[in-house]
């Protein structure tokens, strides 16, 4: 029983290309995250909903785009990959009443 | 100031000696910190979370949080090699569950 999982976990692609990864957790968690972390391990906070609602919104390009169809699903689409984009790209949910965050197992995006 | 810091390390200690994790933060952190253990190639996992001044014990990880100094440590008695990992310090950052992360601790725990 994977309590926040993300597709794909691996996931190859050209510069320019469009891709998407999916996350989904079954932890009843009101609020999800994503977050990178790039090649020197440091983890980042890039966007969090709650509830289906956006409410942090780091300093990220316009060609990252997440979408929350409901509050156990959160997907992330990237326009026009960049070389810099290569990292690992980790899915995380909450709790309302409890900050601790648990994490999926994380997608590697290498750009070429 | 970074909002969170730590050592990158590597701290290296032999097994079953106390391995000793350290973590300081500036004032726009508030008051709530985790310490997630991270495998290489492996998603981080939550250890502790520790809220308020003084020490937390849980099996063989101490969290201490010294609100005066603004710092936060981990302590892992018996120290295995499979502690070896590293260790990130998160503290809880304006509203909304916004966690900052340190840069990570590399733990290298030899036989």
């Not at chain 1, 932890?27 to 790039?38: A, C, F, N, R």
């Not at chain 1, 790209?89 to 309302?96: E, G, I, L, P």
């Not at chain 2, 909002?3 to 032999?14: I, T």
Request: proline share 4%; with cysteine; charged share 20%.
């Amino acid at each position: 029983d994977t309590a926040v999982s993300q597709t794909p976990k691996y996931l190859v692609t050209q510069m320019g290309n469009d891709k998407s990864i999916k996350c989904e957790q079954n932890l009843g968690h009101d609020t999800m995250y994503w977050y990178k972390q790039d090649s020197k391990k440091f983890l980042k906070i890039m966007f969090s909903y709650n509830n289906k609602e956006l409410i942090i919104n780091e300093t990220v390009p316009n060609r990252f785009s997440p979408k929350s169809p409901d509050k156990a699903h959160l997907n992330l689409h990237i326009n026009s990959l960049e070389l810099g984009d290569s990292a690992v790209y980790f899915c995380a949910s909450s709790s309302k009443d409890r900050a601790e965050a648990f994490f999926g197992q994380g997608t590697r995006l290498t750009v070429v | 100031q970074k909002e969170v810091e730590q050592n990158s390390g590597p701290l290296s200690v032999p097994e079953g000696a106390i391995a000793s994790l350290n973590c300081t933060y500036s004032d726009r952190v508030s008051q709530s910190f985790f310490w997630y253990r991270q495998y290489s190639g492996k998603s981080p996992e939550l250890i502790m979370s520790i809220y308020s001044n003084g020490d937390k014990e849980d099996g063989r990880f101490t969290a201490q949080l010294n609100k005066a100094s603004q710092y936060v440590s981990l302590l892992i008695r018996d120290s295995q090699p499979s502690d070896s990992a590293t260790y990130l310090c998160a503290a809880l950052s304006g509203g909304y569950n916004k966690l900052i992360f340190g840069a990570g601790t590399r733990l290298a725990v030899h036989p």
